[in-house]
């Protein structure tokens, strides 16, 4: 019997090329990627300490979970090896993903292939063991944590073409029609900023990340995001490092994107709401500035009317109050949800047409590269089905009739060229909410670029917004 396991997303196991199920335990599902990840024996004692930290029956918890790996792995073969004191795994005719694309690496360091660079860096953008995440387990989370680390720097290496450790250039005969230019796979290497992760009541792990110190500026997701790539972003990577250097500026990936947890049946408005409610906690926050940027922006709204105590300063850039179905307009939604549909087939594709529909409408002024970095930078941060099923979500957005609640300091910020979000949807909002300030900005982008003169305007009204209240 061939055993198949891969980790990369959601842990699956295959049985002659057919999907099992697995126990329900999470703790057994983590139990078996351990032992599978550690292939020597394992002390019975270190793994009850590892799962089990506050089980009275620690042992015997370990010996039901070893009785189901059992009904996984073995079959005519004791791949599942126990004595008295100690645990392991027989792995000798086990394919692991990740195995196998650790042996793809080392082949690269002899022939160089572009086509297999850019397979293994869309491989390896796939969060490692997606919803295992055992936050009751510390020492567990802080291994698992690690594994995720080493596959980053991985993927660093093999979108830089550095497969070797030592920096080499891309090699002048890749060929032009490679999938990513040099410049992209450049751009796309993963940050080395560190991930954590909380989850709300319903176990949904969000990934967060915190950086820079001073007066703590949260900023939801804008669209679709993704934490390992956005703080190197060539488009917007500087206004978050500006903004890191006089602030603690806390992002995060909504649940379904990015690195946050993928499996998810679905999202709605109140999963987005709750999330946000989860990162502010898991920081410790006491008083901070929302930064909400696009459907953040009535997410950072929503959140302002409830916890008035919590915002310092509410500050929106290219927000809307109200999502497309939210409006109610019968041929509008009939347009967005044809675009919806389409995303669910063509997102994924590795012709970049569909996603391309997207930053053409974002960032019309960009560059050719600038463009093709946006579009790789959307297919890493969703599959098809999250990406159409956090649209969705966004459409259901209305926080009309919480604006006039809202109390504490507000800036509205918008590009009055946004073809997006039209530059009246920001005037609505500033008209709309007492105190209100409104400032325009001369693009045409809806995300900001480094390069463009808007930007140094954005991050300077925000920064003055701040110390001024």
Known sequence: MQIVIKMLGELQVFHNNQLIPLPSSKLTRALMVYLLLNPRAQRRDHLCALFWPETKDARGALRWSLSKLRNIL????????????????????????????????????????????????????????????????????????????QLIELHRKVLGHNVSGVVSPISSTTPKTAALSAWTRQALTPNQTEIHFCAGNDGVNIAYASVGQGWPIVKPPAFMNHLQYDWQAPLWGHILHTLAKNHQLIRYDDRGSGMSERNISDVCVEDLQQDLVTVVAANNLSKFALLGIGQGAALSIDYAVKH??????????????????????????????????????????????????????????????????????????????????????????????????????????????????????GREIAATIPGAEFIGLDTTSHFLLDREPSAQVFIDVIQEFISNN
């Open 308 to 425: 008035p105590d919590k915002v310092s300063h509410l500050i929106l850039f290219s927000g809307y109050a109200s999502g497309w179905r939210a409006e109610g307009d019968p041929k509008l939604r009939k347009k967005m949800e044809a675009i919806i549909a389409l995303a669910e087939s063509g997102w994924e594709q590795d012709n970049p047409a569909f996603r391309q529909f997207f930053s053409m409408t974002f960032i019309p002024d960009a560059c050719q590269q600038e463009l093709e970095w946006f579009n790789e930078y959307l297919y890493l941060a969703a599959n098809a089905k999250n990406a159409a099923g956090l649209m969705s979500a966004f459409a259901d957005l209305d926080v009309r009739d919480k604006l006039a609640q809202v109390t504490v300091p507000t800036l509205v910020i918008h590009s009055l060229g946004d073809n997006a979000v039209p530059a009246l949807s």
């Open 74 to 149: 073995n079959n005519h073969i004791e791949r599942v090896v126990t004595d008295h004191d100690s645990v392991s795994i027989n792995t000798a005719d086990i394919d692991i993903d990740i195995d196998i694309i650790h042996l793809s690496v080392r082949a690269l360091q002899q022939h160089s292939n572009a086509a297999e660079v850019t397979k293994l860096g869309k491989e390896l953008a796939i969060p490692l063991l997606d919803g295992l995440d055992l936050h009751n387990c510390p020492e567990f989370q802080h291994w698992l944590v690690a594994q995720r680390q």
